[in-house]
C-alpha cells in the first residue's frame, strides 16, 4: 500500500522559512516524479514545485520561484520542499504527490498517489 506522509508544516512569520518533508513508503520514490500542491481556504488547488524522477529536471510555478526548491534524498524515499522568504499569500494546506508515467506534470490530475496534507500559516 503506497502512503505519503508530508511533516513540517507550521505558524511562521513573514520572511521566514520551512522545509516540508514527504516521507514515501509502498513505493520506490527514486522511479518517480514528485510534486507538491498547496490549497488555500476557498481556493482551488495550485502547482507549486515538482522533480523528475532522476531529480534533473525541477519546476516551479513562478509565484514560488526563487523562493521554494524542491529536493529529494532517494535513498531515505524523501522528497522535500524548501521554502524561503515566506508570504502570508503562501498560507495552505501544503500536498506532495506521485506522477507514475510522467516527468512531473503541473496538472495534478496527473498524479496517482496523494498525501494527507500539511498545514503552513505565515503571519503577516
Known amino acids: 500500500q503506497v502512503q505519503l506522509v508530508e511533516s513540517g508544516g507550521g505558524l511562521v512569520q513573514a520572511g521566514g522559512s520551512l522545509r516540508l518533508s514527504c516521507a514515501a513508503s509502498g513505493l520506490t520514490i527514486s522511479r518517480y516524479a514528485v510534486g507538491w500542491f498547496r490549497q488555500a481556504p476557498g481556493k482551488e488547488r495550485e502547482f507549486v514545485s515538482a522533480?523528475?524522477?532522476?531529480?534533473?529536471?525541477?519546476t516551479y510555478a513562478d509565484s514560488v520561484k526563487g523562493r521554494f526548491t524542491i529536493s529529494r534524498d532517494n535513498a531515505k524515499g524523501t522528497v522535500f520542499l524548501q521554502m524561503n522568504s515566506l508570504k502570508p499569500e503562501d498560507t495552505a494546506v501544503y500536498y506532495c504527490?506521485?506522477?507514475?508515467w510522467g516527468a512531473g506534470s503541473s496538472h495534478g490530475k496527473d498524479y496517482d498517489y496523494w498525501g494527507q496534507g500539511t498545514q503552513v500559516t505565515v503571519s503577516s
Open positions: 504527490a506521485v506522477d507514475r
Open positions: 522533480s523528475s524522477w532522476s531529480d534533473t529536471v525541477t
